[in-house]
């Protein structure tokens, strides 16, 4: 068992590689970063390994090259992906996992992930698998790309807001619960994207905002026979 505690930036270099393997936990108890420089760095929570974010409240950023596999709990706190990411498996807890500007996070074909808490300010999150959000979302910029779905379960609310560009490219966004969209950027979609706002589901349009469309395969939005797209707070065009 690991458990990192203190303040300071964990550095990986030139290649280092830090394997939490079958059996082992490695538990994060501050909010410091894992920093990167040279050669890529690899962070592995294997198959059977236990990985956990808890104590503290702040963010813990992972700059690393991360891939996981095994089980995973952010109980209190933010785990932030900065550099390259592969979700094989779940991610559990009350706290949030985050993709930021300059990360990638892909979770694979055939795959699905549940987490919680979802928050994405900026980066990239792709692959031909399933991201389902159970709890809450917030998609403040950056694009939700590949072949696969992004699924806001039945009661778990995303909030699209902020200034920045939202883009959705090619994947699915597919609303079971709610989505609430102010703030003042857009939502571009491109690349035969599609929103499926589900029977009884509530998409809920808080700006005056242009949903758009600008290249590839047309994109489309379905409202299914049972569900709403109410538009209020606000008097200008979407």
Request: net charge neutral.
């Amino acid at each position: 068992a690991t458990s990192w505690s203190d303040s300071g930036a964990l550095a990986g270099q030139n290649g280092a590689a830090l394997n939490n393997q079958s059996g082992a936990s490695f538990t994060i108890q501050g909010d410091a970063s894992l920093t990167t420089s040279g050669a890529a760095v690899t962070f592995t929570n294997a198959t059977g390994a236990t990985l956990t974010k808890n104590t503290t409240s702040g963010t813990t950023t992972i700059g690393a090259s991360f891939t996981h596999s095994g089980t995973a709990n952010i109980s209190t706190g933010t785990l932030a992906l900065a550099g390259t990411a592969t979700l094989n498996a779940t991610i559990g807890g009350a706290g949030t996992l985050s993709v930021v500007a300059g990360g990638t996070t892909t979770v694979p074909t055939g795959v699905t992930v549940s987490v919680g808490n979802y928050s994405q300010a900026g980066g990239t999150l792709t692959g031909a698998g399933t991201l389902t959000i159970t709890s809450a979302g917030t998609w403040g910029g950056g694009i939700m790309g590949g072949s696969g779905k992004t699924s806001i379960a039945n009661g778990a609310t995303l909030t699209i807001s902020g200034t920045g560009d939202h883009t959705l490219d090619t994947r699915t966004l597919e609303n079971n619960g709610t989505v609430n969209w102010s703030g003042t950027g857009s939502v571009i979609t491109t690349n035969g994207a599609v929103i499926n706002n589900t029977a009884a589901a509530n998409f809920n349009v808080q700006a005056d905002n242009p949903l758009s469309y600008t290249s590839g395969a047309a994109t489309a939005f379905n409202n299914a026979a049972g569900a709403f797209v109410t538009k209020f707070n606000s008097t200008g065009t979407t």
